[in-house]
């Protein structure tokens, strides 16, 4: 007489294991996936302070802001042989793009404050929510 026994799991087990798994993912992966979109505003809002102290630095140095058409550039290049201008500003010497690959939007004098810094979100377009809503420095 052979023992035949064997060993292994049954088609309704492994039905139930990949259930479990399926309702997990459900559950968890919307989660994860919010918490990726809040990272990108998130970055958007560290790069903008990042700009507002440049950009008081940049004041102190001339007495007054970059004007719109000048933009940010100003931070790392002097616009036009401005008087005082001691820098750049910034570490890297260039103006990085926004988490949604787009350049920073840049008004002086601004509509909400002084300057106004923002990044039009992962639409590109004014307005918005969630992910794809304005992050601006009149926000932070």
């Known amino acids: 007489m052979k ?33 990726l979109s809040g990272a990108k505003s998130d970055t958007a809002k560290v790069q903008i302070r990042d700009f507002e102290q440049a950009l008081e630095i940049y004041m102190l140095d001339t007495g007054e802001f970059p004007r719109s058409e000048h933009g940010l550039e100003a931070l790392v290049s002097n616009p036009g042989q401005v008087a005082g201008w001691n820098g750049p500003y910034l570490r890297r010497n260039e103006i990085p793009q926004d988490p949604w690959n787009r350049d920073y939007q840049y008004k002086s004098p601004g509509e909400h404050a002084d300057v106004d810094i923002y990044s039009l979100g992962s639409d590109g377009k004014p307005g918005g929510e969630g992910d794809a809503a304005d992050v601006g420095n009149w926000q932070l």
């Open 3 to 35: 023992n035949t026994k064997q060993s292994g799991f049954t088609l309704v087990e492994l039905l139930v294991v990949l259930a479990i798994i399926g309702l997990l993912a459900g559950l968890v992966g919307p989660k994860v996936l919010n918490q």
